[in-house]
């Protein structure tokens, strides 16, 4: 049987897991000699197994708990149960991962009626009740959820009626404030032990059930921590920092929790016990001012807080208490601190050689950086700002400026100077310039994965989908969030990492893409074994993937290139053509764009490799809907409206998603991937003229049936040959290679790896085929889905190993018995998630992409997946 309880000095190297956080750290200091209190710690294990069966209290924990305060006693030279020398302890949680703020502590356990009157006498009347009136509060607050506030109110009451100040109180009438406070317990049913074992015993259980109260079990949720870990509780003889002005307490950071400087952050009160410091009731004073106050005390801490940061070689976050000029260090762990701070201390601790290099890049996380590149708001304003809606954090990042609803007003407001939010119901392609100038863009529907989200974190834009409780009214311009509503042309503040929507303008604080983070990087490029590519193709993403240091580009799409005005007409005149003619002068003419946009492409990403993927969506996204549009285009291609109407009615499809794309066009529509990859290899050629070597790579999408991609090759080869011959050129090294985004793919890999140079696993169609959820519509259940307990992440943000995940690694290893050693990338969005990328990296992925402004952050992710491999 496991021990259940051990003591701060005991030896044993159980660690963090089964003493907690705190609990570890208090046991490691006593060892390292520093002044801790004397105590105890009930061990995690102990937890779960009275959560699991509360019997086990009385039946085995009890008795342990019994013998080990007698132990504390005599270590102590102190009782806790009679009236002289009396022995108060405290009670704290503490799990494996700190939980600021989680799990109560309680404070002064042990003193009721009669102990507080000796314990009066050996000190003074203030002092001992106000020990006594803390514990009733805070046991009041933790053991029976009676809000602290109530207590506030009854002394606020009895110091008004009785005209001085709780610390003026004779003693009858301190006792008269604790006679108050226990009635308030009565008012609730319940009533204040006088018996400090069942004290203990009381406050024991209601910190292990604290591990299952709602703000715990969400903490956990957004921070990945697991619900099956439990609290362990820390008993531990009191210290007064409230008993005089010799005494106080205090709260240190060893570096700048906000800069990283190498200097001590902190603050102390003198005369105050607790969490006094931060509670907010009396302004703390900055931790230089002890240096005056009590010299010895500074002196001993500053020791004490060198030898701790080198003995953790990370910056510590520090408890102190100190009473009558005796100090006591009584919590130590490694600090929480911003992105700047954190990349700033891990560069300082390596140039202090306290650190290796691969230590730094373990220590921080991707999502750090992420916010290391995407400016954020001021905290301290965002505690004061309206929120107005939320939805999915799609991009990150954080901005202000006036609503639009369209992207043409977008435009115009832009022009005039002013910053822009863009809000629609959802975005699609042509909304794009518009776009481009927002500082952020929301949408009402849609997921992570919905256009609006796409395209913005493409861009680096803040950007907010499936914000549902909004009603935009586009014909009055104007939008109801709940019962607020907005007009164009007033102030909106986005928050992309949170999905947050807020009323007016909130200041934001910029956090540059610095030196320290090319070096971390740098570093971090040494340890990996996975390529980041990037998914981009615009001639600017694709210079920002390259400036992010992607090492090639794993998608480029080409149905944007189809999107610009001239372009869509003559796209619109290649699917409306009546006749051969019509079709082969607009087809020219795409060819023509194409070849211009690929050769800057492939310029623009050098000497890098660059996938590029054939035409995907379907023809009807091309076409316009409106009738207004409709016969401007009819105009255009002098024919009658109705008879345009007509052929665009005949292209609708009942489900897009399942429709006639991908490579199914290519199959019906051969001519037009003939022409795009005529495009390609004359740019490729073209640039080899100039010099370059450009070694294309192309893919083709959506396939499922071996034949279809035969069909396809065959073609393609066919033309590249062609295209070879006509520009007199000697054939050079290319690759045509597919994606794999169907199930049915993924089980006949070694079929269609025979005619695949490699595969791109494009997880978005993956997942949404697999699962046979629309990845456009998840936002309207995933929220019911996650609370639950039915998933616990969106599949479309975190891979779902189990299932889509089984389907990526039996299509692997099934290629790889046709083809030893063939290039496997991912490029969906799930590539450049730092929770996903462990698990490619298991698998034998060769590199992942996603979108620019996602690869400092999948940089690091992927050397930290090789390293802790
Ligand atoms: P948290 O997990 O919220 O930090 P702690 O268990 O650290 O909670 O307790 C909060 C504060 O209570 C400590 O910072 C310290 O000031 C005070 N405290 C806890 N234990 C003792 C003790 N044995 N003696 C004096 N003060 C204590
Ligand atoms: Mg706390
Ligand atoms: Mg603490």
């Known amino acids: 049987m496991n021990k259940l309880i051990y003591f701060f000095e005991e030896d044993n190297n159980s660690g963090k897991e089964l003493l907690g956080g705190k609990g570890a750290n208090l046991a490691e200091m006593t060892k390292l000699g520093l002044p801790v209190p004397s105590g105890f710690t009930i061990t995690t294990e102990s937890c779960i197994r009275f959560l699991n069966d509360e019997t086990f209290f009385e039946k085995e924990l009890k008795e342990h708990i019994?013998?080990?305060?007698?132990?504390?006693?005599?270590?102590?030279?102190?009782?806790?149960?009679?009236?002289?020398?009396?022995?108060?302890?405290?009670?704290?949680?503490?799990?494996?991962?700190?939980?600021?703020?989680?799990?109560?502590?309680?404070?002064?356990?042990?003193?009721?009626?009669?102990?507080?009157?000796?314990?009066?006498?050996?000190?003074?009347?203030?002092?001992?009740?106000?020990?006594?009136s803390r514990l009733?509060?805070?046991?009041?607050?933790?053991?029976?959820?009676?809000?602290?506030?109530?207590?506030?109110?009854?002394?606020?009451?009895?110091?008004?009626?009785?005209?001085?100040?709780?610390?003026?109180?004779?003693?009858?009438?301190?006792?008269?404030?604790?006679?108050?406070?226990?009635?308030?317990?009565?008012?609730?049913?319940?009533?204040?032990?006088?018996?400090?074992?069942e004290q203990l015993f009381e406050a024991t259980k209601a910190v292990f059930k604290s591990w299952n109260n709602q703000r715990a079990k969400v903490y956990r949720e957004i921070h990945h921590i697991p619900h099956h870990l439990g609290t362990a509780v820390n008993i531990q003889s009191m210290?007064?920092?409230?008993?005089?002005?010799?005494?106080?307490?205090?709260?240190?950071?060893?570096?700048n929790p906000s800069t990283g400087e190498n200097k001590l952050f902190g603050e102390f009160l003198i005369n105050a016990q607790g969490e006094d410091v931060v509670a907010g009731i009396r302004t703390p004073e900055p931790i230089e001012t002890l240096q005056n106050l009590l010299p010895t005390a500074y002196k001993e801490f500053v020791h004490y807080a060198e030898q701790l940061e080198k003995h953790y070689k990370d910056m510590q976050d520090i408890e102190f208490t100190i009473e009558n000029e005796k100090l006591f260090i009584l919590q130590t762990r490694n600090g929480k601190r911003t992105a700047k701070a954190a990349l700033q201390i891990?560069?300082?601790?390596?140039?202090?050689?306290?650190?290796?290099?691969?230590?730094?890049?373990?220590?921080?996380?991707?999502?750090?950086?992420?916010?290391?590149?995407?400016?954020?708001?001021?905290?301290?304003?965002?505690?004061?700002?309206?929120?107005?809606?939320?939805?999915?954090?799609?991009?990150?990042?954080?901005?202000?400026?006036?609503?639009?609803?369209?992207?043409?007003?977008?435009?115009?407001?832009?022009?005039l100077g002013k910053k822009v939010i863009l809000v629609r119901q959802e975005t699609s392609p042509e909304d794009i310039e518009g776009m481009v100038v927002s500082q952020a863009i929301v949408t009402s529907r849609g997921g992570m994965t919905s256009h609006a989200a796409v395209v913005a974190r493409g861009m680096g834009t803040c950007c907010v989908t499936g914000c549902e409780s909004l009603h935009i009214q586009e014909e009055s311009k104007t939008m109801m969030c709940g019962d607020i509503r907005l007009a164009e042309g007033d102030l909106v503040s986005v928050d992309g990492s949170s999905g947050c929507l807020y009323l007016g303008d909130i200041p934001t604080i910029v956090v540059e893409n610095n030196q320290n983070l090319q070096q971390l990087l740098a570093w971090a490029d040494e340890y990996a074994s996975l390529k980041v590519r990037a998914n981009a193709e615009t001639v600017s993403d694709l210079q920002t993937a390259i400036d992010f240091g992607a090492s090639g580009i794993g998608l480029a799409r080409t149905e944007h290139m189809f999107f610009g005005e001239k372009r869509v007409l003559e796209m619109r005149r290649v699917i409306l053509a009546q006749d051969n003619q019509e079709f082969e002068a607009a087809l020219t003419k795409l060819l023509e764009f194409q070849q211009?946009?690929?050769?800057?492409?492939?310029?623009?990403?050098?000497?890098?490799p660059m996938i590029i993927r054939l035409l995907d969506p379907p023809m009807h996204e091309f076409l316009p809907h409106?009738?207004?549009?409709?016969?401007?285009?009819?105009?255009?291609?002098?024919?009658?409206?109705?008879?345009?109407?007509?052929?665009?009615?005949?292209?609708?499809?009942?489900?897009?998603?399942?429709?006639?794309?991908?490579?199914?066009l290519g199959i019906t529509e051969p001519k037009i991937y003939q022409m795009q990859v005529r495009a390609i290899f004359n740019s490729a050629i073209k640039l080899m003229k100039e010099g370059f070597l450009v070694r294309p790579e192309v893919m083709i999408p959506l396939v499922s049936e071996e034949n279809e991609l035969r069909n396809i090759k065959e073609f393609l080869t066919e033309t590249v040959l062609e295209t070879f011959k006509e520009q007199q050129v000697e054939p050079f090294p290319y690759e045509i290679g597919t994606m794999i985004e169907l199930p049915r793919a993924c089980l006949i890999a070694d079929r269609l790896a025979m005619n695949s140079d490699f595969f791109s696993f494009g997880t978005n169609d993956l997942t949404q085929m697999t699962f046979g959820f629309s990845r456009d519509d998840i936002g309207k259940f995933i929220n019911s889905y996650k609370e639950k307990e039915i998933m616990v992440q969106d599949p479309f943000q975190t891979l779902d190993q189990t299932g889509v995940g089984e389907l990526i690694k039996l299509a692997v290893a099934k290629a790889r018995q046709t083809k030893e050693g063939m290039m496997i990338g991912i490029c969906g969005e799930v590539?450049?998630?730092?929770?996903?990328?462990?698990?490619?990296?298991?698998?034998?992925?060769?590199?992942?992409?996603c979108s620019p402004y996602r690869i400092p952050a999948a940089r690091l992710a992927v050397a930290q997946a090789n390293l802790i491999n």
């Open 239 to 255: 210290v007064f920092g409230n008993s005089g002005n010799n005494s106080g307490t205090g709260v240190v950071f060893t570096r």
């Open 831 to 849: 590539g450049g998630d730092p929770y996903s990328i462990p698990f490619f990296q298991k698998i034998g992925i060769d590199y992942i992409s």
């Open 136 to 197: 009733l509060q805070m046991f009041g607050d933790v053991v029976y959820s009676i809000n602290k506030e109530n207590f506030n109110r009854v002394r606020h009451d009895l110091e008004k009626q009785l005209n001085k100040k709780q610390q003026d109180f004779s003693e009858e009438q301190q006792q008269q404030l604790i006679e108050a406070f226990k009635s308030l317990f009565i008012t609730h049913d319940v009533r204040f032990p006088q018996d400090p074992i």
């Open 626 to 664: 409106t009738m207004n549009e409709i016969n401007t285009l009819a105009k255009q291609l002098k024919r009658r409206p109705s008879e345009v109407q007509n052929q665009i009615e005949k292209l609708q499809e009942t489900n897009p998603m399942l429709g006639h794309r991908g490579c199914r």
């Open 66 to 132: 019994i013998a080990s305060i007698n132990k504390l006693e005599q270590q102590t030279n102190k009782s806790f149960t009679e009236e002289n020398h009396l022995l108060l302890v405290s009670v704290r949680s503490g799990a494996a991962s700190s939980m600021p703020g989680m799990m109560d502590t309680i404070l002064n356990l042990g003193l009721n009626d009669k102990r507080v009157r000796s314990f009066a006498k050996l000190t003074n009347v203030a002092f001992a009740y106000d020990c006594y």
């Open 596 to 608: 211009e946009d690929f050769y800057q492409m492939f310029k623009a990403v050098h000497d890098k």
């Open 346 to 415: 891990a560069l300082d601790l390596v140039a202090e050689q306290r650190l290796t290099k691969k230590e730094a890049v373990l220590r921080i996380s991707p999502e750090a950086i992420d916010q290391l590149i995407h400016p954020i708001f001021d905290e301290k304003e965002l505690t004061n700002a309206k929120l107005l809606a939320t939805g999915l954090p799609a991009s990150p990042g954080a901005a202000t400026g006036e609503l639009v609803f369209t992207a043409e007003k977008a435009k115009e407001y832009h022009a």
